[in-house]
């Protein structure tokens, strides 16, 4: 695989991933409503289409990451000054951003959930751990224990390797998710991860 | 608001293959923007068939059957730039992403280079699992079907040109 196949993948794959992102937020802006109305089915619909565009998702960012480790050293410069601004990371995606905050506005009725709608509450969190893995996986192929690209940069307080702030991210995203079993915190632990 | 943009421009006769050609950056909504109930005029059973087509070929070791999709007379794209910050405007440059105006219409028609690019990816061979593959596509097929809801909510009709090409036009 020559540089140039590897760049046009990762640039293919990340297309992918982000139609199917925006396929998410559309289902947990319907999912909020319909628990509002407290319409069970528009509910059940939300929640399974997001699990699986989320497990789509996973797939998509597989498929972005498919290539040697030699080729992916080269697109992960590509990532770093001065070809991107300092501490460039996923978390800069405005889709990334509005999916949490939809999972924010979304965590109060999660919490107060219809039992009914605990299987697919548990599929879509299910879904969720997956898509973060899929990350992980991608990352730990690449990276290993290495520094995430914002931890590169010396003006960063964060002191968390690549693994271990995906790891921080997914952590937080599925305590918005897990119902009245999720522990508190989940403020505290968005302020860090803006630092990395 | 900015102005209209050649690069995002999408003009294309159809023709076999993927014809929708986007000379630049993929074009996508703000998501803030996306469930507004837009309608566009356009059948997701060509997108469904063609991403049914993509995985079977793809599953079959076939290197020659790409799906068949055609969409025409695509208005040009207005970009958007207002409410993004430094830092999302650099992560979109960086992934070639335009944000232009428009709903999950944008989102729909930008699904035609995106099954364009995935085809040319899966074709030139991945070390994806089949399971893995049957994810990415269900959930690019979940993903017609949210869309679907939405032209459906807004009362869309499908249209059709006489030689059987599908009609897509972005206002």
């Known amino acids: 695989m020559t540089l140039d196949d590897a760049m046009r993948r990762w640039l293919s794959g990340h297309h992918v991933f982000f139609v199917l992102i925006q396929g998410i937020v559309i289902n947990h802006q319907r999912l909020l409503k319909a628990l509002q109305q407290q319409d069970i089915a528009s509910a059940r619909r939300a929640f399974l289409r997001a699990a699986r565009l989320l497990d789509g998702s996973a797939a998509a960012m597989l498929l972005a990451g498919d290539m040697p480790r030699d080729c992916y050293e080269s697109i992960r410069l590509s990532m770093t000054p001065p070809a991107v601004p300092e501490g460039f990371s996923g978390v800069w995606s405005v889709d990334h951003r509005v999916m949490m905050d939809d999972l924010k506005a979304l965590k109060s009725h999660i919490d107060t959930l219809d039992p009914l709608l605990e299987p697919e509450r548990q599929a879509w969190k299910a879904a969720m751990d997956r898509a973060y893995q899929a990350h992980a996986h991608v990352c730990e192929h690449f990276v290993g224990d290495g520094p995430s690209l914002a931890m590169r940069s010396e003006s960063r307080s964060c002191q968390r390797s690549a693994l271990e702030n995906l790891d921080a991210f997914r952590q937080r995203a599925l305590a918005l998710v897990s119902g009245r079993t999720a522990t508190a915190g989940t403020d505290t632990a968005s302020e860090e991860l803006e630092q990395c | ?171």
């Open chain 2, 1 to 171: 608001m900015g102005q209209s943009n050649d690069n995002t421009a999408v003009v294309q006769d159809a023709q076999p293959g993927f014809a929708v050609t986007l000379t630049g950056k993929l074009p996508l909504p703000l998501p803030d923007y996306l469930d507004n109930g837009e309608a566009f005029p356009i059948d997701v059973q060509d997108f469904s068939q063609a991403i049914g087509t993509l995985l079977e070929s793809t599953l079959a070791g076939s290197d020659d059957v790409l799906p068949h999709l055609s969409v025409r007379a695509m208005q040009a794209l207005t970009p958007v730039t207002a409410g993004l910050t430094h830092k999302q405007r650099a992560y979109d440059d960086y992934f070639d992403v335009e944000r232009v105006q428009g709903g999950s219409n944008i989102t729909l028609l930008s699904m035609v280079p995106v099954l364009g690019g995935l085809a040319t990816e899966l074709h030139a061979g991945s070390s994806l699992t089949v399971g893995d593959t049957e994810r990415l596509m269900d959930g690019l097929q979940a993903l017609l079907e949210t869309l679907n809801d939405t032209s459906s909510d807004a009362g869309c009709s499908l249209q059709r040109d006489a030689d059987g090409s599908l009609l897509g036009d972005i206002a």
